[in-house]
């Protein structure tokens, strides 16, 4: 089992910067594929990026491509959420997600991950 905790949310202006993190806990964290999601108010959460097990692999939504930069250490149990070139569509509660994974294949399903971070809040002010 995995347990998520995302932090490094806050207010930035558009065109700025901001960098997610999101630490585990398990022994086993290096076994799981890590999703980064966003969910604004009245709308559907939506996937952002994702990154294998072992980090060899990445994957991002056209939305974000060429912006956001996910990556991951292991031995710290953590992955990131580079977030440069900001605007104010990108604001929204940011999630981690983990699912048990080992094959280098990607999801962007919410209904494939099955342990969720709690939550940080990104602003991106005009």
């Known amino acids: 089992q995995v347990q998520l905790a995302e932090s490094g949310g806050g207010l930035v202006q558009a065109g700025g910067s901001l960098r997610l993190s999101c630490a585990a806990s398990?022994?086993?964290?290096?076994?799981?594929?890590v999703g980064w999601f966003r969910q604004a108010p009245g709308k559907e959460r939506e996937f952002g990026a994702h990154?294998?097990?072992?980090?060899?692999?990445?994957y991002y939504a056209d939305s974000v491509k060429g912006r956001f930069t996910i990556s991951r250490d292991n031995a710290k149990k953590t992955v990131y959420l580079q977030m440069n070139s900001l605007k104010p569509e990108d604001s929204a509660i940011y999630y981690c997600?983990?699912?048990?994974?080992?094959?280098?294949?990607?999801?962007?399903?919410?209904?494939?991950?099955?342990?969720w971070g709690q939550g940080t809040q990104v602003t991106v002010s005009s």
């Open positions: 997600a983990a699912r048990r994974s080992n094959d280098g294949s990607y999801s962007t399903s919410v209904s494939d991950y099955a342990y």
């Open positions: 398990g022994r086993t964290f290096s076994s799981y594929a």
């Open positions: 990154i294998t097990s072992t980090g060899g692999n990445t």
